[in-house]
């Protein structure tokens, strides 16, 4: 079982090192496999060093020389670092042979944002699954807060959600550093926004929202607040990082990058956000499960996060 986010943390943190003493160890993968259809086919590889042809897994990194197989109505995704465009490999135009990275001819401020992202997936496709004796099924039976949770979050209104039962109320408290900033009771359990008449949220601030009703532990969480300066960097990459700039990667893929832009700057509650998204346009790729299975760890939600990893394992290996 992942334990509580500490992995990969420390996993981004080592990635984040190498990245700022040279590109030699961070840039070594050329491609990783965004996105994976398995139920009616297969998608095997063979590494450059290697005989055997295996199964793919989600966010697997790709070498020169690494080789791709598809068969049956199977498909994946592989995306390059360096902005060249993406290649959607299916059974017809296998094996494909990765070669090495070609520098594309787009802006720089793009080719930060795309290699970001696609150095964190690299880095999150390196996450262990858990094993399936550790993992207790039928669900979440308490009450549990789900977001925002250990992350950063934008300036302006901010969504609240938890797991809880329908059946009962619930009293919200928001506090900062002065104290209670605002409180309701009798709420019922669906998401909301924090309202626009209580007192705002600062930018550059530290927050905790509590949860509480009858029969259950208090919850709470802490989130922060971006600072303006970086809500804005962010934003503008973003930006970047949408349908618009990356003509011709499939939409699935785009989430992918995005979501793994995300993760790296902290925002984890907008990455779930965008991940159950597009998982409900596109229930049987099993990356957008496996990148929210680690959402899910980071914010210290393990039971979560191995529901999701093992979902990705059972896609990618074609059981829907």
Same mark, same amino acid.
């Given at each position: 079982?992942?334990?509580?986010?500490?992995?990969?943390?420390?996993?981004?943190?080592?990635?984040?090192?190498?990245?700022?003493?040279?590109?030699?160890?961070?840039?070594?993968?050329?491609?990783?496999i965004t996105e994976i259809r398995a139920t009616h086919g297969s998608v095997q590889?063979?590494?450059?060093?290697?005989?055997?042809?295996?199964?793919?897994?989600?966010?697997?990194?790709?070498?020169?020389?690494?080789?791709?197989?598809?068969?049956?109505?199977?498909?994946?995704?592989?995306?390059?670092?360096?902005g060249r465009r993406p290649k959607t490999v299916t059974a017809t135009d296998s094996p494909l042979v990765i070669e090495a990275p070609q520098i594309e001819s787009i802006g720089e401020r793009?080719? %930060?944002?795309?290699?970001?992202?696609?150095? &964190?997936?690299?880095? /999150?496709?390196?996450?262990?699954? $858990? @094993?399936?004796?550790? *993992?207790?099924?039928g669900g979440l039976s308490s009450v549990t807060i789900l977001s925002p949770r250990a992350t950063l979050v934008f300036p302006g209104s901010v969504l609240f959600e938890w797991i809880g039962s329908d059946m009962v109320l619930y009293r919200v408290r928001v506090s900062g550093q002065q104290g209670v900033l605002w409180e309701e009771t009798n709420r019922p359990r669906k998401p909301f926004f924090y309202p626009e008449g209580a007192p705002p949220l600062s930018p550059g601030t530290r927050y905790v929202?509590?949860?509480?009703?009858?029969?259950?532990?208090?919850?709470?969480?802490?989130?922060?607040?971006?600072?303006?300066?970086?809500?804005? %960097?962010?934003?503008?990459?973003?930006?970047? &990082?949408?349908?618009? /700039?990356?003509?011709?990667?499939? $939409? @699935?893929?785009?989430? *992918?990058?995005?979501?793994?832009?995300?993760?790296?700057?902290?925002?984890y509650a907008e990455a779930r956000r965008e991940l159950l998204e597009i998982i409900a346009a596109n229930p049987d790729d099993p990356t957008p499960h496996f990148l929210l299975g680690q959402v899910y760890d980071l914010i210290g939600q393990p039971e979560l996060a191995n529901a999701e990893l093992l979902k990705a394992r059972d896609l990618a290996q074609g059981r829907p």
């Amino acid at each position: 079982m992942l334990r509580g986010g500490v992995r990969l943390v420390a996993m981004f943190a080592t990635l984040a090192w190498a990245t700022s003493f040279g590109e030699a160890f961070a840039a070594e993968p050329v491609a990783v496999i965004t996105e994976i259809r398995a139920t009616h086919g297969s998608v095997q590889v063979k590494r450059a060093d290697e005989t055997e042809w295996r199964p793919i897994e989600p966010l697997l990194a790709l070498r020169p020389g690494d080789e791709l197989r598809v068969t049956g109505d199977g498909q994946a995704v592989v995306v390059f670092r360096g902005g060249r465009r993406p290649k959607t490999v299916t059974a017809t135009d296998s094996p494909l042979v990765i070669e090495a990275p070609q520098i594309e001819s787009i802006g720089e401020r793009l080719r %930060r944002a795309l290699n970001a992202a696609f150095d &964190l997936l690299v880095a /999150s496709g390196q996450a262990q699954y $858990p @094993s399936p004796f550790g *993992v207790r099924h039928g669900g979440l039976s308490s009450v549990t807060i789900l977001s925002p949770r250990a992350t950063l979050v934008f300036p302006g209104s901010v969504l609240f959600e938890w797991i809880g039962s329908d059946m009962v109320l619930y009293r919200v408290r928001v506090s900062g550093q002065q104290g209670v900033l605002w409180e309701e009771t009798n709420r019922p359990r669906k998401p909301f926004f924090y309202p626009e008449g209580a007192p705002p949220l600062s930018p550059g601030t530290r927050y905790v929202w509590e949860l509480e009703t009858a029969g259950y532990p208090p919850q709470r969480a802490e989130f922060d607040v971006l600072s303006v300066e970086a809500a804005a %960097r962010i934003r503008g990459d973003l930006d970047l &990082l949408a349908p618009s /700039s990356l003509r011709g990667y499939p $939409p @699935s893929t785009v989430v *992918v990058m995005r979501a793994g832009f995300l993760v790296r700057e902290r925002l984890y509650a907008e990455a779930r956000r965008e991940l159950l998204e597009i998982i409900a346009a596109n229930p049987d790729d099993p990356t957008p499960h496996f990148l929210l299975g680690q959402v899910y760890d980071l914010i210290g939600q393990p039971e979560l996060a191995n529901a999701e990893l093992l979902k990705a394992r059972d896609l990618a290996q074609g059981r829907p």
